[in-house]
């Protein structure tokens, strides 16, 4: 298992994020509902797989953050979700479930990020790269390409891929600010 400063390293690797989705029962639920999908816990566990599973996600995303429900879920093929997912310490009574969370293959990045950002925002020197997190504007076009029909996976996947993909350019250095 690698240890925290590997995980770190890792998650600030250039030209990756890190795709947040990790939204509570009720919000994931209210995010298909508003698409015409019927919320339910099999709908939810297949829209994050859809997300998981996009072809070359990889070039673009470090890890990605999940809620405990998904945690507690696997993909077809048994590997639980938690797989070299990211948690992050921030929600109530997660301490008493972090050990659970590292056996289904989690790994976890708690304060250390949290204090990189304090640091460079006092404007002292940080030991390593930060990075960004692809959050619900990244991952809506997914959402409604899908529909909670499975034929349209493949879509969905597209949309989140050049999503990830552009994210990840302006990301980078060579990067032109767009200005206004």
Request: charge should be positive; proline fraction near 6%.
């Amino acid at each position: 298992m690698l240890g925290r400063h590997e995980i770190a390293t890792a998650l600030v690797a250039p030209g990756k994020g890190i795709l947040a989705a990790d939204e509570s029962i009720a919000t994931m639920s209210k995010r298909l509902e508003a698409v015409g999908v019927r919320p339910g816990a099999d709908m939810r566990r297949d829209y994050r797989e859809l997300l998981l599973t996009t072809p070359g996600l990889a070039h673009w995303v470090a890890g990605m953050i999940f809620s405990g429900e998904t945690l507690g879920q696997e993909l077809p093929d048994g590997t639980p979700f938690g797989h070299g997912g990211l948690v992050t310490e921030r929600l109530d009574g997660l301490r008493s479930r972090l050990g659970a969370y590292r056996e289904r293959g989690a790994t976890f990045a708690c304060a250390n990020l949290a204090a990189i950002n304090a640091q460079a925002a006092a404007g002292e020197p940080v030991p390593w790269r930060l990075t960004f997190s692809f959050g619900r504007a990244l991952v809506e076009d997914a959402l409604r390409a899908w529909r909670g029909i499975p034929a349209q996976v493949a879509a969905a996947q597209a949309e989140l891929a050049g999503n990830c993909q552009r994210a990840s350019a302006a990301s980078s250095p060579a990067a032109t600010p767009v200005r206004t």
